[in-house]
Nanobody, 120 residues
Framework: VQLQASGGGGSVQAGGSLRLSCVASGNMASDNTVAWYRQAPEKKRELVAEITSGGITKYADSVKDRFTISRDKASNAVNLEMNSLNAEDTAVYYC??????????????WGRGTQVTVSS
């Protein structure tokens, strides 16, 4: 499956909000987890949030209570609502999907990154 990430670009002021969207082309395996990662300059890529096909979510401590990940089944998208943004949220954000087929094989896909810049 191919992933298309959007919603970044430009700059948002500290305290503001932004929504990122990850749209999957084609059908994913029914057992899948979609996640958002981010990588700031000179830092390792880190998990921001993930959501399973069953709707179970997980967040990095740094974004809990500020970010919300959700699925939009109608558009085959996973959205990341980001509120109360601060400078530490500035990074390139990547969408990732891990699918598990009926044989237990795992397949991972990455979308191109989308830049999120928070200005103070």
């Amino acid at each position: 499956v191919q992933l298309q990430a959007s919603g970044g670009g430009g700059s948002v002021q500290a305290g503001g909000s932004l929504r990122l969207s990850c749209v999957a082309s084609g059908n994913m395996a029914s057992d899948n987890t979609v996640a958002w990662y981010r990588q700031a300059p000179e830092k390792k890529r880190e998990l921001v949030a993930e959501i399973t096909s069953g709707g179970i979510t997980k967040y990095a401590d740094s974004v809990k209570d500020r970010f919300t990940i959700s699925r939009d089944k109608a558009s085959n998208a996973v959205n990341l609502e980001m509120n109360s943004l601060n400078a530490e949220d500035t990074a390139v954000y990547y969408c990732n999907a891990v699918e598990i087929n009926d044989f237990g094989d795992k397949y991972a896909s990455w979308g191109r990154g989308t830049q999120v810049t928070v200005s103070s």
